[in-house]
């Protein structure tokens, strides 16, 4: 960790305090465009409309609480977990946040502004809905941590079972469907930089060098010349990556 820019943390700092290092920036984040893309439904609306009360910091934190719950109490339907029978009944839920709050937060939660959709004749980026989450994200991994030194780059699946164009379907992985992502990580498994497979990158590739070439490339130049150990298997390898690394 590197304390000069975080004096606050130490071992015996709370995982809240952790994940805040990573989190309070895109927090306010979907503060702001949460109630930006309600707003804008407000807008689009006919006739006079009863808008409900803006989304606090507090609201997206506790949203966030509940959601991670949820995976560890899997019930069949959202409203299930502020059911009141007998035999389905979790407090935990109601008391901490109503039920329509969460929907309404669910219903327009939002990442990014949509009257600035990218222009799709043009370079058109296919992560622009969440582009700043994952570009707060992988600024603060370097900036929160110096790595081991080994490394190693390799692809993970995220299961995903959405509609996107770039949804990978990879037989030999256990979750088969789901967003791939290249990933740079340390012998700890902590994530130093991480780039989503979205499609064949024609511009990336050249006559000399491998689409998968440019992505060791790219997901290793922060860590370039600091003499870590590079780990990889041969979907990655060729000789002239070698070259390009050895130099």
């Keep these: 960790m590197k304390n000069s820019e975080v004096p606050h943390i130490n071992k015996d700092s709370s995982p809240l305090a952790v994940l805040m290092l990573f989190f309070t920036e895109i927090f306010s984040l979907l503060v702001e465009q949460t109630n930006l893309y309600y707003q804008q439904h407000l807008d689009r609306q006919a006739g006079p409309s ?73 370079e058109y980026d296919r992560l622009w809905k969440i582009r700043t989450v994952f570009d707060t994200l992988n600024q603060a991994y370097p900036k929160f941590y110096n790595p081991s030194d080994l490394l190693t780059v390799d692809e993970v699946i995220i299961k995903f079972q959405g509609r996107v164009i770039f949804r990978q379907y990879i037989p030999k992985k256990r979750k088969r469907f789901g967003i791939k992502i290249y990933k740079l990580c340390d012998e700890s498994g902590y994530t130093y930089d991480m780039k989503v497979y979205v499609g064949r990158d024609s511009r990336s590739a050249t006559d000399d060098m491998t689409a998968t070439h440019a992505t060791v490339g790219h997901l290793t130049c922060r860590a370039e010349g600091l003499g870590h150990k590079l780990f990889m298997d041969n979907f990655f390898l060729s000789p002239r990556l070698f070259d390009d690394l050895l130099r």
Excluded at 88 to 101: A, N, S, V
Aim: with cysteine.
């Design 50 to 122: 009863c808008g409900l009360p803006n989304i606090t910091l507090p609201d997206i934190m506790t949203f966030t609480a509940l959601a991670l719950q949820m995976g560890h109490i899997v019930k069949d339907t959202l409203h299930d977990y502020w059911s009141r029978l007998n035999q389905m009944h979790t407090p935990f839920y109601g008391e901490t946040m109503t039920r329509d709050r969460f929907l309404h937060i669910l219903r327009f939660l939002h990442f990014a502004d949509n009257s600035r959709r990218p222009d799709p004749s043009g």
